[in-house]
């Protein structure tokens, strides 16, 4: 019988490029060198194996997500509700592409939870995932999708679970590699220089643990935008 990575989500050299240009020219200025980086969910591992930095944790689930891992990237396989494995204060930036919209809210909830203790001071917590007021036609394609989140909801979700937004990009990326569209390095970074984002259906949030945002008075030293950011619609 085949699993979700062989039918919903098989391995797409495409992809690749996509997480390696937007790594090259887009997060990895949010990264330092001496940083230590958290994916959660981090499935083939796109992100984690193309960001520079000191330390590179990956957590996932799926039992296959080891061997897609460049060597020096940590791998654990379990649920990203338990993250007991990595030392309170030791993550500068945690990141999830496309993983919350397949948790309960109990679970992200748990999550979060966690997360906050993993956290450096001056750590950020970084969400990339489809945005329902601009994705709902499709959102429900990926029959593993549990809970909706807007860029307005999962803002008030994070806040409650003691986040504090400081940048919301409602239209951050298209939905899906899977077009006609071809994908390359070019027009992904042309892509990311646009002020309006046609077709734009992902959304990119950042945010720092509550106790934390005042103290900081902004983001880690590497971040380009310190102050509060929310994208005009």
């Known amino acids: ?51 520079r930095c000191e330390r590179r944790i990956a957590v996932d689930a799926w039992c296959g997500m080891a061997e897609h891992l460049q060597p020096g990237v940590e791998a654990h396989v379990c649920s990203v509700t338990e993250l007991g494995m990595i030392e309170d204060e030791s993550v500068d930036f945690a990141f999830a592409s496309n993983l919350f919209e397949h948790l309960t809210q109990a679970e992200f909830a748990q999550t979060l939870e966690g997360l906050r203790a993993k956290l450096k001071r001056g750590g950020t917590l970084n969400i990339l995932q489809p945005n329902y007021r601009f994705a709902y036609r499709e959102y429900f394609d990926d029959y593993t999708h ?26 951050f990326l298209p939905l899906t590699i899977k077009s006609r569209m071809p994908v390359s390095a070019a027009l992904i970074r042309l892509y990311l220089a646009m002020p309006v984002k046609p ?23 590497y971040a380009s935008k310190p102050e509060a950011h929310r994208d005009q619609e």
Not at 146 to 164: I, K, Q
Not at 199 to 221: I, N, S
């Open 146 to 171: 549990v809970a909706v989140y807007s860029d307005r909801s999962l803002a008030d979700f994070l806040s409650v679970n003691g986040f504090e937004v400081k940048e919301c990009h409602a239209r």
């Open 1 to 51: 019988m085949k699993n979700y990575h062989e039918t919903r989500l098989a391995y797409d050299e495409r992809r690749n490029l996509l997480w390696k240009t937007l790594c090259e020219s887009y997060f990895q200025r949010l990264v330092g060198p001496a940083d230590c980086v958290l994916e959660l969910g981090a499935g083939y591992g796109h992100f984690i194996n193309h960001i």
């Open 199 to 221: 077709m734009g259906k992902q959304m990119l949030l950042r945010a720092v643990p509550r106790d934390r945002a005042t103290a900081l008075g902004g983001f880690h030293p």
